[in-house]
Protein backbone atom coordinates (compact mmCIF):
# COMPACT_ATOMS: atom_id res chain seq x y z
CA UNK A 1 0.00 0.00 0.00
CA UNK A 2 1.63 3.55 -0.93
CA UNK A 3 0.71 6.30 0.86
CA UNK A 4 1.47 9.84 -0.83
CA UNK A 5 2.48 12.64 1.67
CA UNK A 6 1.72 16.26 -0.64
CA UNK A 7 1.99 19.73 1.06
CA UNK A 8 2.93 23.33 0.10
CA UNK A 9 6.46 24.48 0.91
CA UNK A 10 7.83 24.65 4.78
CA UNK A 11 4.94 22.72 6.12
CA UNK A 12 7.38 20.16 7.37
CA UNK A 13 6.49 17.31 5.23
CA UNK A 14 9.24 15.44 5.23
CA UNK A 15 10.11 16.01 9.03
CA UNK A 16 7.21 14.32 9.34
CA UNK A 17 8.25 11.62 6.47
CA UNK A 18 11.72 11.05 8.13
CA UNK A 19 9.72 10.57 11.81
CA UNK A 20 7.23 8.61 10.38
CA UNK A 21 10.02 6.31 8.59
CA UNK A 22 13.03 7.03 11.12
CA UNK A 23 14.54 8.18 8.03
CA UNK A 24 17.31 10.78 7.78
CA UNK A 25 15.85 12.95 4.25
CA UNK A 26 16.97 16.12 3.78
CA UNK A 27 14.68 18.87 4.60
CA UNK A 28 13.59 21.95 2.64
CA UNK A 29 12.39 22.82 0.27
CA UNK A 30 13.80 20.59 -2.77
CA UNK A 31 12.88 20.92 -6.57
CA UNK A 32 10.14 19.75 -8.22
CA UNK A 33 12.05 17.39 -10.66
CA UNK A 34 13.95 15.48 -7.52
CA UNK A 35 12.28 12.13 -7.01
CA UNK A 36 10.46 11.47 -3.99
CA UNK A 37 11.65 10.16 -0.47
CA UNK A 38 10.53 6.73 -0.16
CA UNK A 39 10.13 4.94 3.77
CA UNK A 40 8.36 1.46 4.25
CA UNK A 41 7.06 1.68 7.73
CA UNK A 42 5.96 -1.65 9.99
CA UNK A 43 2.02 -0.80 11.04
CA UNK A 44 2.37 -1.33 14.93
CA UNK A 45 -0.64 -4.25 16.12
CA UNK A 46 -0.22 -4.80 20.08
CA UNK A 47 -2.83 -7.89 18.78
CA UNK A 48 -0.06 -9.48 17.17
CA UNK A 49 2.86 -8.69 20.43
CA UNK A 50 0.00 -10.15 22.14
CA UNK A 51 -0.10 -13.78 19.84
CA UNK A 52 4.31 -13.73 19.65
CA UNK A 53 4.68 -13.77 23.50
CA UNK A 54 1.71 -16.78 23.21
CA UNK A 55 3.93 -18.63 20.70
CA UNK A 56 7.60 -17.90 21.19
CA UNK A 57 8.10 -18.14 17.33
CA UNK A 58 11.27 -17.56 15.60
CA UNK A 59 10.24 -14.71 13.26
CA UNK A 60 8.47 -11.73 13.93
CA UNK A 61 6.60 -9.77 10.70
CA UNK A 62 4.34 -7.07 11.34
CA UNK A 63 2.39 -5.75 7.67
CA UNK A 64 3.48 -3.06 6.33
CA UNK A 65 2.78 0.43 4.37
CA UNK A 66 5.29 2.56 1.89
CA UNK A 67 5.12 6.32 2.62
CA UNK A 68 6.63 8.64 -0.53
CA UNK A 69 7.04 11.93 0.23
CA UNK A 70 6.86 14.05 -3.12
CA UNK A 71 8.71 17.60 -3.57
CA UNK A 72 6.70 20.03 -1.74
CA UNK A 73 7.17 22.82 -4.32
CA UNK A 74 5.70 20.72 -6.96
CA UNK A 75 2.41 22.76 -5.55
CA UNK A 76 3.67 26.04 -5.33
CA UNK A 77 4.84 26.57 -8.83
CA UNK A 78 1.29 29.20 -9.43
CA UNK A 79 0.78 26.60 -12.60
CA UNK A 80 -0.75 23.57 -10.66
CA UNK A 81 1.05 19.85 -10.59
CA UNK A 82 3.24 18.40 -13.85
CA UNK A 83 1.07 15.21 -15.15
CA UNK A 84 4.43 13.37 -14.53
CA UNK A 85 3.84 14.49 -10.48
CA UNK A 86 0.11 14.10 -11.03
CA UNK A 87 0.83 10.20 -12.68
CA UNK A 88 2.96 9.53 -9.68
CA UNK A 89 0.29 10.56 -7.31
CA UNK A 90 -2.81 8.87 -8.78
CA UNK A 91 -0.79 5.44 -8.40
CA UNK A 92 -1.15 6.30 -4.72
CA UNK A 93 -3.71 4.22 -2.54
CA UNK A 94 -4.56 7.16 -0.27
CA UNK A 95 -3.06 10.67 0.36
CA UNK A 96 -1.83 12.28 3.67
CA UNK A 97 -1.81 16.39 3.42
CA UNK A 98 0.99 18.08 5.94
CA UNK A 99 -0.48 20.88 6.70
CA UNK A 100 1.83 23.67 8.92
CA UNK A 101 -0.13 24.94 12.00
CA UNK A 102 3.34 25.49 13.78
CA UNK A 103 4.81 29.25 13.83
CA UNK A 104 8.60 29.99 13.22
CA UNK A 105 9.52 33.51 12.61
CA UNK A 106 12.89 31.33 10.88
CA UNK A 107 10.87 29.92 8.48
CA UNK A 108 8.58 32.03 6.20
CA UNK A 109 5.64 30.67 5.28
CA UNK A 110 5.30 30.59 0.95
CA UNK A 111 2.28 32.52 1.59
CA UNK A 112 3.13 35.03 4.40
CA UNK A 113 1.10 33.58 7.22
CA UNK A 114 0.52 30.48 8.80
CA UNK A 115 -3.18 29.77 8.17
CA UNK A 116 -3.66 26.10 8.07
CA UNK A 117 -7.56 26.43 6.97
CA UNK A 118 -6.60 28.31 3.91
CA UNK A 119 -3.76 25.66 3.11
CA UNK A 120 -6.33 23.08 3.22
CA UNK A 121 -8.81 24.57 1.25
CA UNK A 122 -6.49 25.53 -1.57
CA UNK A 123 -4.45 22.09 -2.02
CA UNK A 124 -8.66 20.75 -2.02
CA UNK A 125 -8.63 22.93 -4.77
CA UNK A 126 -5.63 22.20 -6.63
CA UNK A 127 -6.87 18.71 -6.47
CA UNK A 128 -10.38 19.07 -7.46
CA UNK A 129 -9.12 21.13 -10.27
CA UNK A 130 -6.54 18.14 -11.89
CA UNK A 131 -9.68 15.82 -11.60
CA UNK A 132 -11.95 18.33 -13.41
CA UNK A 133 -9.68 18.92 -15.95
CA UNK A 134 -9.20 14.94 -16.06
CA UNK A 135 -12.42 14.38 -16.45
CA UNK A 136 -13.18 17.52 -19.16
CA UNK A 137 -10.38 15.65 -21.75
CA UNK A 138 -12.25 11.98 -20.71
CA UNK A 139 -15.61 13.40 -22.02
CA UNK A 140 -13.67 14.92 -25.22
CA UNK A 141 -12.44 11.88 -26.20
CA UNK A 142 -15.29 10.11 -25.58
CA UNK A 143 -17.79 12.49 -27.68
CA UNK A 144 -14.75 11.85 -30.53
CA UNK A 145 -14.86 7.98 -30.63
CA UNK A 146 -18.84 8.02 -30.26
CA UNK A 147 -18.99 10.08 -33.70
CA UNK A 148 -18.28 6.86 -35.31
CA UNK A 149 -20.45 4.29 -33.24
CA UNK A 150 -23.67 2.77 -34.12
CA UNK A 151 -26.23 3.83 -32.12
CA UNK A 152 -26.72 0.39 -30.41
CA UNK A 153 -22.93 0.60 -29.06
CA UNK A 154 -23.13 3.94 -27.44
CA UNK A 155 -24.91 2.52 -24.63
CA UNK A 156 -22.16 2.48 -21.92
CA UNK A 157 -20.20 5.68 -23.40
CA UNK A 158 -23.18 7.61 -22.94
CA UNK A 159 -23.62 6.21 -18.93
CA UNK A 160 -20.24 7.39 -18.75
CA UNK A 161 -20.89 10.78 -20.41
CA UNK A 162 -23.71 11.42 -17.70
CA UNK A 163 -21.42 10.33 -14.86
CA UNK A 164 -18.67 12.27 -15.69
CA UNK A 165 -20.72 15.44 -16.10
CA UNK A 166 -22.03 14.74 -12.66
CA UNK A 167 -18.84 14.51 -11.08
CA UNK A 168 -17.67 17.49 -12.41
CA UNK A 169 -20.43 19.65 -11.87
CA UNK A 170 -20.05 18.23 -7.68
CA UNK A 171 -16.19 19.06 -7.97
CA UNK A 172 -17.17 22.56 -9.04
CA UNK A 173 -19.43 23.10 -6.10
CA UNK A 174 -16.56 21.92 -3.55
CA UNK A 175 -17.43 18.52 -3.44
CA UNK A 176 -14.44 16.28 -3.56
CA UNK A 177 -15.38 12.64 -5.34
CA UNK A 178 -15.07 10.60 -2.24
CA UNK A 179 -17.97 12.79 -1.20
CA UNK A 180 -20.08 11.74 -3.72
CA UNK A 181 -22.30 8.82 -4.34
CA UNK A 182 -21.91 6.77 -6.83
CA UNK A 183 -23.98 3.35 -7.67
CA UNK A 184 -22.01 0.00 -7.52
CA UNK A 185 -21.91 0.23 -11.27
CA UNK A 186 -20.60 3.78 -11.36
CA UNK A 187 -17.99 3.21 -9.35
CA UNK A 188 -17.31 0.01 -12.01
CA UNK A 189 -17.07 2.63 -14.68
CA UNK A 190 -14.47 4.32 -12.99
CA UNK A 191 -12.52 1.32 -12.39
CA UNK A 192 -9.86 2.24 -14.42
CA UNK A 193 -9.56 5.96 -13.10
CA UNK A 194 -7.27 7.20 -10.36
CA UNK A 195 -9.28 10.64 -9.41
CA UNK A 196 -6.71 12.29 -6.61
CA UNK A 197 -10.06 13.40 -5.06
CA UNK A 198 -11.45 9.96 -5.05
CA UNK A 199 -8.81 8.72 -2.78
CA UNK A 200 -9.07 8.80 1.42
CA UNK A 201 -7.17 11.59 2.90
CA UNK A 202 -5.38 12.08 6.24
CA UNK A 203 -4.51 15.63 6.93
CA UNK A 204 -1.91 15.79 9.38
CA UNK A 205 -1.90 19.16 11.25
CA UNK A 206 2.28 19.53 12.26
CA UNK A 207 1.90 21.27 15.35
CA UNK A 208 4.32 23.67 17.69
CA UNK A 209 6.05 21.63 20.09
CA UNK A 210 4.79 23.71 22.79
CA UNK A 211 0.92 22.07 21.69
CA UNK A 212 2.37 18.25 21.58
CA UNK A 213 -0.13 17.53 24.17
CA UNK A 214 -2.74 19.44 23.16
CA UNK A 215 -3.01 17.63 19.98
CA UNK A 216 -6.53 15.97 20.79
CA UNK A 217 -8.09 18.80 21.48
CA UNK A 218 -6.12 20.91 17.96
CA UNK A 219 -7.31 17.67 15.91
CA UNK A 220 -10.94 18.34 17.09
CA UNK A 221 -11.06 21.72 16.45
CA UNK A 222 -10.42 21.08 12.65
CA UNK A 223 -12.30 17.44 11.80
CA UNK A 224 -15.64 19.44 12.31
CA UNK A 225 -14.73 22.00 9.66
CA UNK A 226 -12.78 18.90 7.53
CA UNK A 227 -15.24 15.78 8.38
CA UNK A 228 -16.69 13.92 5.48
CA UNK A 229 -15.86 10.11 3.87
CA UNK A 230 -12.87 8.41 3.74
CA UNK A 231 -11.48 12.31 5.37
CA UNK A 232 -9.20 11.94 9.19
CA UNK A 233 -7.55 15.18 11.12
CA UNK A 234 -4.17 14.16 12.72
CA UNK A 235 -2.72 16.77 14.92
CA UNK A 236 1.60 16.03 15.96
CA UNK A 237 4.18 17.91 16.23
CA UNK A 238 6.76 16.71 13.42
CA UNK A 239 9.68 18.28 15.28
CA UNK A 240 9.34 16.05 18.20
CA UNK A 241 8.49 12.78 16.56
CA UNK A 242 11.33 13.33 14.70
CA UNK A 243 13.72 13.50 17.80
CA UNK A 244 12.21 10.53 18.98
CA UNK A 245 12.27 8.70 16.44
CA UNK A 246 16.18 8.87 16.87
CA UNK A 247 15.85 7.19 20.44
CA UNK A 248 15.67 4.03 22.08
CA UNK A 249 12.06 3.05 22.95
CA UNK A 250 12.27 3.29 26.09
CA UNK A 251 13.93 7.26 26.08
CA UNK A 252 11.18 7.52 23.55
CA UNK A 253 8.63 6.64 25.98
CA UNK A 254 10.07 8.40 28.89
CA UNK A 255 10.12 11.84 26.81
CA UNK A 256 6.58 11.35 25.64
CA UNK A 257 5.47 11.38 29.85
CA UNK A 258 7.91 14.20 30.34
CA UNK A 259 6.06 16.39 27.28
CA UNK A 260 2.18 14.79 28.77
CA UNK A 261 2.19 13.08 25.40
CA UNK A 262 0.00 8.80 25.95
CA UNK A 263 -0.25 8.11 22.87
CA UNK A 264 3.08 8.31 19.95
CA UNK A 265 1.13 10.69 17.86
CA UNK A 266 3.03 8.70 14.38
CA UNK A 267 1.42 5.29 15.62
CA UNK A 268 -1.84 6.56 15.42
CA UNK A 269 -1.04 8.22 11.98
CA UNK A 270 0.46 5.15 11.01
CA UNK A 271 -2.94 3.49 11.96
CA UNK A 272 -5.05 6.21 10.85
CA UNK A 273 -3.96 6.07 7.13
CA UNK A 274 -4.08 1.72 7.42
CA UNK A 275 -7.76 2.19 8.76
CA UNK A 276 -8.74 5.00 6.08
CA UNK A 277 -7.70 2.63 2.84
CA UNK A 278 -10.25 0.40 4.25
CA UNK A 279 -7.75 -2.01 4.99
CA UNK A 280 -8.24 -4.89 7.87
CA UNK A 281 -5.41 -7.59 9.42
CA UNK A 282 -5.46 -10.99 9.76
CA UNK A 283 -2.58 -13.30 11.12
CA UNK A 284 -0.81 -16.71 10.61
CA UNK A 285 0.49 -17.73 13.89
CA UNK A 286 2.80 -20.80 14.92
CA UNK A 287 6.47 -21.41 16.27
CA UNK A 288 7.73 -20.72 13.27
CA UNK A 289 6.44 -17.23 12.71
CA UNK A 290 3.64 -14.56 13.77
CA UNK A 291 2.65 -12.41 10.91
CA UNK A 292 -0.34 -9.97 10.19
CA UNK A 293 -1.00 -9.47 6.62
CA UNK A 294 -3.44 -7.01 5.14
CA UNK A 295 -6.51 -7.32 2.91
CA UNK A 296 -9.21 -5.02 1.98
CA UNK A 297 -12.74 -5.37 4.33
CA UNK A 298 -14.96 -7.67 2.78
CA UNK A 299 -11.84 -9.52 1.28
CA UNK A 300 -13.15 -13.75 1.30
CA UNK A 301 -10.57 -16.37 2.65
CA UNK A 302 -9.07 -17.46 -1.09
CA UNK A 303 -8.55 -13.76 -1.14
CA UNK A 304 -6.90 -13.71 1.99
CA UNK A 305 -5.01 -16.90 1.34
CA UNK A 306 -3.77 -15.23 -1.54
CA UNK A 307 -1.75 -12.71 0.28
CA UNK A 308 0.20 -15.43 2.09
CA UNK A 309 1.10 -16.72 -1.28
CA UNK A 310 -0.68 -17.17 -4.75
CA UNK A 311 -0.45 -21.51 -4.66
CA UNK A 312 -2.37 -20.59 -1.87
CA UNK A 313 -5.28 -18.78 -3.43
CA UNK A 314 -5.12 -21.26 -6.39
CA UNK A 315 -5.81 -24.11 -4.49
CA UNK A 316 -8.00 -23.40 -1.78
CA UNK A 317 -10.13 -25.99 0.10
CA UNK A 318 -10.91 -24.41 2.91
CA UNK A 319 -9.33 -22.44 6.08
CA UNK A 320 -9.52 -23.00 9.83
CA UNK A 321 -10.42 -19.64 11.39
CA UNK A 322 -10.15 -18.32 15.00
CA UNK A 323 -10.34 -14.72 16.03
CA UNK A 324 -7.57 -13.06 18.02
CA UNK A 325 -8.77 -12.89 21.66
CA UNK A 326 -10.58 -16.27 21.31
CA UNK A 327 -7.02 -17.89 20.61
CA UNK A 328 -5.29 -15.68 23.40
CA UNK A 329 -7.62 -16.40 25.76
CA UNK A 330 -7.28 -20.41 25.49
CA UNK A 331 -3.92 -20.27 25.93
CA UNK A 332 -2.66 -22.55 23.10
CA UNK A 333 -4.34 -24.00 19.44
CA UNK A 334 -5.15 -26.99 20.64
CA UNK A 335 -6.97 -25.51 23.50
CA UNK A 336 -8.80 -23.21 21.33
CA UNK A 337 -9.97 -26.15 19.30
CA UNK A 338 -11.44 -27.83 22.71
CA UNK A 339 -13.32 -24.94 23.44
CA UNK A 340 -14.66 -24.88 19.65
CA UNK A 341 -13.11 -21.52 18.73
CA UNK A 342 -12.08 -22.95 15.51
CA UNK A 343 -14.05 -22.84 12.72
CA UNK A 344 -13.52 -25.04 9.20
CA UNK A 345 -14.72 -21.68 6.80
CA UNK A 346 -14.93 -21.79 3.12
CA UNK A 347 -14.67 -19.97 -0.28
CA UNK A 348 -17.50 -17.65 1.02
CA UNK A 349 -15.94 -16.62 3.80
CA UNK A 350 -15.43 -12.91 4.78
CA UNK A 351 -12.37 -12.61 6.44
CA UNK A 352 -12.51 -10.14 9.56
CA UNK A 353 -9.98 -8.04 11.09
CA UNK A 354 -8.22 -9.99 13.56
CA UNK A 355 -8.72 -13.66 12.57
CA UNK A 356 -6.05 -16.14 12.89
CA UNK A 357 -5.96 -18.24 9.39
CA UNK A 358 -4.16 -21.40 8.67
CA UNK A 359 -5.11 -22.30 4.99
CA UNK A 360 -5.64 -25.90 4.03
CA UNK A 361 -5.02 -26.30 0.15
CA UNK A 362 -4.46 -28.78 -2.75
CA UNK A 363 -2.19 -28.09 -5.47
Known amino acids: MDLGIIGYQRCGKTTIFNAVTKGNAATGAYGAGVQPNIGVVKVPDARLDQLAKLFSPKKFTLADIRYIDFPGDAFSTGQGPSPQFLAQLARCDALI ?4 VFKDETVAHPAGSVDAARDITAMDLELAFADAAFIEKRLERIEASTRSMKTSERGEAERETVLLQRLKAGLEADQPLRAQEMSAEEQKLLVNYQFLTDKPLLIVLNIDEGNAAHAPEIEAEYAGAEAGPHTAVAAISGKIEQELAQMSDDDAA ?15 MIR ?11 FTVGPDECRAWNVHAGATAPIAAGKIHTDLERGFIRAEVVHWDDLLAAGSMAEAKKQAHVRQEGKGYVVQDGDCLNVLFNL
Open 272 to 282: MSYQLTGLISF
Open 97 to 100: HVVR
Open 254 to 268: EFRKDLGITEPGLDR
